[in-house]
C-alpha cells in the first residue's frame, strides 16, 4: 500500500471565476487507497422514499409555535419563514428525533442559549441557511484587538504545545470536510440541520443522535472499534440502536462568540462556525482547535485538516447513513498521479445512481504540476448534473470556500478525472467494490506514518 501525505498550503487552486492565491490553503490529507478496485455497476439503485410535503399549519400547537417564531423576526426574515412554510421545508420532520425544522426553531426562542450568543441571531441565521445553503462558508472571519487580547490572556490552547499568538490566530481554514458536511444537512436534511443547530447553540453545548447501526457502512464491531478509536461518546441502546454525543472542541465557542458580536458578510456565521467544529473535532479524535484550525495528528503528519477516512467517519456520524470512501486515483511514492482505479464511467455512474437516491456526493479531487505531481487539493459538494446548451453535461456543485453564494458548474469531462475520492453510500457499491475495514486501514495509515517518521529521524 503505498501512502502519500500531500501538504495543501502554498498553492493556487482554482475554480470558475474565481482565483485562489498562494497563501489560501485548502485542506491537507493524507491520501489511502480506501475500498479499491470498483467494477462495473449493475443497474440503478432503488430511489429513496417520496415524502409527503406539508405547506400550511394544520394544528394550534403548530400555529403557536409559528407566531412565536415569527415575532421574534424581522420583516425580511419573516418572509423568508413564510416561504419556508410554503416550500414545505418548515414542516419537514425528517429528522433524528422526527422534530420538524419548526419545532426547532421554536427550541431556539424559548430555551437558553450559550452565554455570548445571541438566540434572535442563531434563529435568524438557522432560517437563512435552511433557506439558501448555498451561502454556508468556511471562511473565519477576523479577529479585533479587544477580543483576541481577552482570548490571548485567558483561552487555552487544545495543544499545549502550540501557544496562542497573534500569528496563529489568524488563519484562513482547513475546514472544507466540515463544511461540505454542514452543506448537505441544511440542503438535504432541513429538520436535522435545525435540530442541530438548536442543540449546539444550546447550554448544553452538544448534540445526541440514535443510529440504527445497520444504516452504517461498517459492522457492529467495527463500528465500536472506530468510536472508541475517535474518542466519541456513545452507548448501544439495543443490539441496533446506537446513540452517540457530537461536541465542538472546547474553543468553538470562543468563535462563536465573536462571529455573535463582530461578523462581516463572506465571514462564518455562528452556525457555521459550531457545525463545522463539530464535524472537525469528530473527525479529529476530539484534538481540534477552532482558535487556530488546528489538531493533534494520529493517522498522519500534518496538524491541519482531515484525512478522507475522517471525514467519512464524521460524514456517517452527522447524517446517520452509510458512506463508503472509495479512492478512484492512483498514485505513487512521490505523490505522481499514475493511473485510476477504475473507468471513468464507472465513476461517473457511481455519482450518478447517488444523486439519483436523493443524496449529494462529497469528493475531494487534486490538482497537478507539469509532471503530474499532486500538489493540491479540496473538497466540495456535487449536488447535480446537468446538460448545457453546447450538449456537454456539467456538475452543478456546492464550493464552501470559492467566495460565492451560489451553485457553480463545472465540465464533467474536465473534473472527473481530478476526482480523488468521494463518499458514496454503501447500496451504490454492493457487488461492486472489494471494501477494506475502516479500522484495517487506520491502522496501516498510522503503521506508514509511525515508519517515516521514524526513518526520517534516523
Given amino acids: 500500500m503505498n501512502i502519500q501525505a500531500i501538504n495543501y498550503y502554498n498553492n493556487s487552486i482554482y475554480t470558475p471565476g474565481v482565483k485562489k492565491t498562494a497563501s489560501t490553503p485548502a485542506f491537507s490529507a493524507v491520501f489511502p487507497m480506501i475500498n479499491r478496485k470498483p467494477s462495473a455497476n449493475t443497474g440503478m439503485p432503488a430511489a429513496q422514499p417520496v415524502y409527503t410535503l406539508r405547506t400550511s399549519l394544520s394544528t394550534k ?24 412554510l410554503k416550500e414545505g421545508k418548515l414542516l419537514n420532520n425528517i429528522s433524528n428525533d422526527r422534530s ?21 441571531t442563531i434563529l435568524k441565521e438557522t432560517i437563512e441557511t435552511i ?3 448555498f451561502i454556508i462558508t468556511q471562511k473565519f472571519g477576523d479577529l479585533p484587538e479587544k477580543a483576541r487580547a481577552e482570548i490571548l490572556s485567558s483561552a487555552t490552547p487544545v495543544n499545549s504545545n502550540i501557544p496562542f499568538t497573534n500569528e496563529n490566530l489568524d488563519v484562513h481554514s482547513s475546514t ?34 440514535r443510529i440504527d447501526i445497520n444504516n452504517l457502512s461498517q459492522s457492529f464491531i467495527n463500528t465500536i472499534w472506530m468510536l472508541d478509536a475517535f474518542k466519541t461518546p456513545h452507548k448501544m441502546l439495543d443490539w441496533n440502536t446506537l446513540e452517540v454525543e457530537l461536541k465542538p472542541d472546547r474553543n468553538a465557542i470562543l468563535r462563536a462568540r465573536v462571529q455573535n458580536t ?18 472537525m473535532n469528530v473527525g479529529a479524535q476530539n484534538t481540534y482547535d477552532s482558535m487556530i484550525d488546528r489538531r493533534i495528528p494520529k493517522y498522519n503528519d500534518d496538524d491541519s485538516g482531515l484525512i478522507d477516512i475522517e471525514k467519512n467517519f464524521a460524514e456517517e456520524l452527522a447524517t446517520g447513513k452509510g458512506k463508503v470512501c472509495v479512492t478512484y486515483q492512483k498514485m505513487d511514492d512521490n505523490g505522481k498521479l499514475i493511473g485510476y482505479e477504475c473507468e471513468q464511467s464507472e465513476t461517473l ?18 490538482y497537478c ?29 456546492n464550493d464552501t470556500d470559492d467566495g460565492k453564494d451560489e451553485p457553480i458548474r463545472y465540465p464533467v469531462e474536465e473534473l472527473l478525472p481530478r476526482i480523488h475520492h468521494a463518499g458514496i453510500p454503501k447500496s451504490v457499491l454492493i457487488n461492486n467494490v472489494e471494501f477494506i475495514e475502516g479500522w484495517k486501514e487506520l491502522m496501516e495509515i498510522y503503521k506508514a506514518n509511525k515508519e517515516a517518521a521514524y526513518s526520517t529521524a534516523a
Fill in 61 to 84: 400547537e403548530e400555529k403557536t409555535k409559528y407566531n412565536a417564531v415569527s415575532e421574534m423576526l424581522d420583516r425580511k426574515t419573516k418572509r423568508t419563514l413564510n416561504k419556508l
Fill in 100 to 120: 420538524t425544522v419548526l419545532d426547532n426553531l421554536y427550541k431556539i426562542v424559548q430555551n437558553p442559549r450559550i452565554m455570548g450568543l445571541n438566540k434572535e
Fill in 131 to 133: 433557506d439558501f445553503p
Fill in 176 to 209: 472544507c470536510p466540515a463544511a461540505s458536511i454542514e452543506f448537505n444537512l441544511a440542503h438535504k436534511m432541513p429538520a436535522e440541520f435545525a435540530r442541530m443547530a438548536e442543540s449546539l447553540s444550546s447550554e448544553k453545548m452538544s448534540v445526541t443522535k
Fill in 262 to 279: 463582530y461578523w462581516d458578510k463572506g465571514e462564518r456565521s455562528v452556525i457555521d462556525v459550531l457545525m463545522q467544529s463539530t464535524f
Fill in 349 to 366: 455512474q457511481h455519482i450518478r445512481d447517488t444523486l439519483n437516491l436523493g443524496d449529494n456526493v462529497i469528493i475531494g479531487y487534486t
Fill in 369 to 397: 504540476d507539469n509532471d503530474n505531481i499532486v500538489i493540491g487539493g479540496h473538497e466540495i459538494t456535487i449536488i447535480g448534473i446537468e446538460k448545457g446548451k453546447n450538449g456537454k453535461e456539467y456538475f452543478v456543485c
